[in-house]
């Protein structure tokens, strides 16, 4: 179901993709349909501003506004980017690419791939649980044994006779005894539990025990403990008294008859060893309080070499593994007047940017226009040269990580552009009897200018709008023009 999903929403980004690719020109003669369709708007509350102010048209003052020159130039949306035209008009247009619509839908395409991975941060990869098929103890297992005529409170249970048991015959043995002389018993277990995963997280472990041979008449609460042995018994190995956390119990009251098995739960899971050997000593609590026996409070399990092998010890380790890292591959651009961003971003005509990408790669190639420009999994920042059009820059890596994209947009001197962001621009007279309106084209083809006195019949262009918005100097179009804005569409007063 996890495949599936995240399979429709990747089949569902590219899909949207293609259609933006396809659809770049298309959107950039809706953009221009919109310019002019502003400017004749725009043109139409100035004319009404004209008859509604003593006949003057705005005058170009303010923030947004070069009054030396006698020009106004569009922000934000909602800005009165004209002075005063609020009240012919409610809201001024700014061009479509100033908007924040317009923004993300020009984002988009650059961005388009990094919402996959987006997609799997939303999905939590599953915890993948496993379980160590069951470990049969080593074949070192057994017990030991000591035999004292005397016991008492606070005697040494190492005062007596201590023999060291891996007889394949009879197991291993827990408890104590009297019969006479006096008997205690402690039996130790090694597994091998190297193959569980070094970044495992153990969720819980069980000891399976088979009945041997049931000697109790006195009931007893077995004690599970890690111990390392060292995997050969030694009478050193009998600790007195027992030492280190009870990490498991077993109640022998509930001890099962001879071949049955019986579980001994564990609470503590740190003496897994991971990349070795786990050992455990098995202890009567009775033996470990210097309670005295008087009968039988003993029995016996099965060992690894016990005849057949059918009851071996076993141990049982359940865990969890964290999914492996998923593939990242980032790549971002930087002005030099900020932080690196996803862009896109817009420098000046002729100046450079900054590249830099990030992934878990061990290898990456960034691309323009499928040409490899630089390699490596990471940069920190590489600098694009002077750049004269707009240029989209692609990642890929080889981790799988679905490609990445960040585009580099240039303020053009030459035409709209796609990626160029250019304002309108409004312009006046200083005695305010006459303005132009300007937009940037993004298709040549739809190059023509308008006369206001023609809006309703776009057949009829007049000739090309008047000088500069300085025009009492009569200086040519563009001469007053800073940002080189290649405006090409105007529609004017007269």
Not at 99 to 115: E, V
Not at 145 to 160: H, I, L, M
Not at 329 to 355: L, M, R, V, W
Request: glycine residues 8%; contains cysteine; aromatic residues 10%.
């Amino acid at each position: 179901m996890l495949e599936l999903v995240i399979t429709i929403a990747v089949l569902g980004i590219l899909a949207s993709s293609v259609m933006i690719i396809i659809g770049r020109n298309s959107q950039g003669k809706t953009r221009d349909g919109i310019r002019k369709a502003d400017l004749q708007s725009i043109g139409g509350a100035v004319n009404a501003y004209y008859f509604s102010n003593n006949n003057q048209f705005p005058e170009a003052t303010g923030p947004t506004c070069d009054a030396g020159q006698y020009f106004c130039t569009s922000t934000e949306n909602g800005v009165e980017w004209i002075p005063g035209l609020n009240s012919e008009m409610k809201t001024i247009p700014v061009d479509p690419k100033e908007t924040a619509g317009a923004i993300f839908i020009n984002r988009l395409a650059s961005l388009i791939f990094k919402q996959v991975p987006n997609i799997w941060d939303k999905i939590v990869p599953p915890v993948l649980a496993d379980q160590l098929p069951p470990v049969v103890s080593s074949t070192t297992d057994g017990y030991i044994r000591y035999t004292d005529p005397n016991y008492a409170p606070g005697y040494p249970d190492t005062s007596g006779t201590c023999g060291i048991n891996t007889n394949s015959l009879v197991g291993g043995a827990i408890g104590q005894a009297f019969f006479p002389p006096y008997y205690t018993y402690r039996s130790y277990l090694a597994f091998d539990t190297a193959n569980i995963p070094d970044n495992a997280t153990i969720t819980s472990v069980s000891l399976n025990l088979t009945v041997l041979g049931n000697n109790t008449t006195t009931d007893f609460i077995l004690r599970a403990r890690y111990f390392d042995w060292q995997n050969s018994l030694a009478c050193a190995d009998w600790v007195n008294t027992a030492s280190g956390t009870i990490d498991g119990t077993y109640d022998t009251s509930g001890l099962p008859d001879q071949y049955a098995a019986f579980l001994v739960t564990f609470t503590n899971f740190s003496g897994i060893n991971l990349t070795g050997l786990t050992q455990i000593m098995l202890t009567s609590d009775r033996e470990e309080n210097d309670w005295v026996p008087s009968g039988r409070e003993d029995f016996v399990i099965f060992s690894a070499e016990t005849p057949t092998n059918l009851f071996p010890p076993q141990l049982n380790v359940t865990y969890t593994i964290p999914p492996p890292p998923l593939p990242t591959a980032d790549i971002e651009a930087d002005a030099g007047s900020g932080p690196p961003s996803d862009g896109p971003i817009t420098i000046p005509y002729n100046s450079s940017a900054t590249i830099s990408w990030t992934s878990n790669a061990t290898s990456c190639d960034v691309k323009i226009g499928g040409v490899v420009q630089w390699s490596g999994p990471s940069n920190l920042g590489v600098s694009t040269g002077n750049l004269t059009a707009d240029t989209i820059y692609d990642l890929t890596c080889n981790n799988g990580a679905p490609p990445d994209s960040v585009t580099v947009n240039v303020l053009l001197q030459g035409g709209g552009g796609e990626g160029s962001i250019c304002p309108y621009r409004y312009e006046t007279t200083a005695n305010r009897q006459d303005f132009v309106l300007w937009a940037c084209l993004e298709i040549s083809s739809d190059e023509h200018i308008f006369n206001i006195n023609d809006i309703n019949d776009p057949k009829n262009a007049k000739a090309p709008c008047p000088k500069s918005s300085y025009w009492k100097s009569n200086l040519p179009i563009g001469a007053v023009n800073p940002n080189n804005y290649p405006y090409n569409f105007c529609i004017e007063s007269r």
